[in-house]
């Protein structure tokens, strides 16, 4: 095996998965970030798998997050993970990487590859130069739930998505290549549009070898200058975080908890040291890179356009709104407003009427930047705003033709400017994009120890 590969920050996990009894299409479900407004999502999938085998029960969809009753959510949580390893559900399939091959509601296949990475790399404070960091902004007020979970957990359950800037296609794309020569360990439908999703063990050694040395090249540091023309006080960044980001930084706040109990020796190969990610290349053409829209509820939408108009002609960065007809009208006439690179456009819906705000000479390179700072400012006057990110136009326009809610629709970033943005100017604001839409994102599947 070749040699090296600590300075990579991965490592070929021991992976678990369920028993071939097991109903696949209950077991696996999305991400327990998304459908946050949506509680009748998460209760059509209670109803689906009802009591079967299924990772819903080893997960807190965010949902319940702020209800009461979510500690003892994680206590039953951390039960059923007990549970599922007694009765022999999960299987050890030794040491491997898998392949996955998911086909989108948008896309006929978007690769990745299922690896752990050592959270002693990975670093999601502002300023951080890991080797693993996060892309956009961390809420700490969000962790320790998070933390929470994982504290007296058996086992974790990946749906953070990092990303490799590998225009190339040399890390991920050749295994599909020789994907009929691999073992394939699972190949299912996945609930509620999620698709199809395909699996397959990855463990030769000239494979993974390759992998490796693929690896090795992206980030070798006079490469990495070169492609991004950055000087030498720029860390070298090989996997930026898509998708997933507080809970891997809440894997990170867990093992810092760990590690202080333990020898040197001991935390060379803790288990909690390391947590379970997919790697997918941003120039995948499976992968889109779709806007996160914002609503605020329990809001006076005129007051607060009156308010944001103040804000930001304070900070001398003149703006303006106006009103619209109709949503098309809206879209038509801003779409050219937006190539005016000296103002950014927010387009807003409230009480089924249309608009725009212009906000000229902003502070922020992108719009969510700047529509994110106010909202921060704003949300402090009333402590009963809240603010809610959702994926989908038309779930914004649902929620913000209700009474007290509004809605804000922001423009896609480019994947290609990713890894250049973050490397240059930090972090980005957060929840500046989602690597697809919320039926998209990764499906809770497989399981790894996290405890001695």
């Given at each position: 095996?070749?040699?090296g ?5 991965i490592r ?8 071939k ?15 946050t407004?949506?509680?009748?999502y ?53 040491s ?29 404070r ?25 504290e ?5 359950l ?6 490799i800037d ?49 690896l ?74 779709e ?17 944001m ?71 402090k ?18 929620l ?24 240059t ?28």
């Open positions: 095996m070749t040699t590969v600590e300075n990579l920050g070929i996990p021991s992976i678990l998965l369920p028993d009894s097991v109903d696949m299409s209950k077991w696996s479900v999305v991400a327990c970030d998304q459908y407004s949506q509680p009748e998460w209760a059509r999938v209670e109803a689906l798998v009802g009591k079967a085998p299924s990772t819903l029960h080893m997960i807190l969809p965010e949902v319940y997050l702020e209800k009461s009753g979510w500690e003892e959510r994680v206590a039953q949580i951390n039960k059923v993970m007990v549970e599922y390893l007694e009765q022999n559900l999960l299987k050890p399939q030794n491997c990487f898998i392949y996955v091959d998911r086909k989108t509601s948008r896309s006929q296949s978007r690769k990745g590859l299922i690896l752990a990475v050592d959270l002693e790399k990975y670093d999601y502002p300023g951080s130069q890991t080797l693993i960091r996060a892309t956009e902004g961390t809420v700490l007020e969000r962790l320790p739930p998070r933390i929470k979970v994982r007296n957990a058996s086992l974790e990946p749906h953070t998505m990092l990303l590998d225009e190339g296609r040399t890390v991920i794309e050749p295994l599909a290549d020789k994907v009929e020569q691999l073992e394939k360990l699972y190949d299912f439908d996945l609930m509620m549009g999620g698709m199809h999703i395909k699996g397959y063990r990855v463990d030769d050694e000239n494979t993974v070898d390759r992998i490796f040395n693929a090795r090249k992206l980030s070798d540091r006079d490469s990495f200058r070169k492609k991004y023309n950055v000087g030498g006080d720029k860390g070298v960044l090989l996997f930026a975080v898509g998708d997933g980001n507080h809970s891997l930084a809440a894997a990170k706040g867990h093992w810092e908890n760990v590690k202080k109990g333990l020898s040197r020796e001991e935390a060379a190969d803790h288990p909690a040291r390391f947590a379970l990610v997919e790697v997918v290349n941003v120039h995948d053409e499976g992968l889109k890179f806007p996160i829209h914002r609503v605020v509820f329990n809001v006076d939408g005129a007051g607060l356009l009156e308010s108009v103040g804000y930001f002609n304070k900070r001398n960065s003149k703006c303006r709104y106006r009103f619209f007809e109709n949503r098309k009208a809206l879209d038509t006439e801003m779409e050219s407003a937006r190539r005016d690179k000296s103002c950014h456009v927010l387009r807003f819906s409230f009480s089924g009427k249309y608009g725009a705000v212009v906000v000229k000479n902003p502070c922020h390179t992108l719009e969510v930047g700047t529509l994110q700072e106010f909202l921060d400012d704003f949300i006057t009333d402590k009963d705003i809240k603010i809610d990110y959702i994926h989908g136009e038309p779930v914004v326009d649902a913000s033709s209700k009474a007290g809610n509004m809605g804000f629709y922001l423009p896609p970033m480019d994947k290609r400017d990713l890894f250049k943005t973050v490397i100017e930090g972090v980005l604001p957060r929840k500046t994009f989602s690597m697809g839409e919320a039926e998209e994102k990764r499906f809770y599947l497989e399981c790894r120890k996290i405890k001695k």
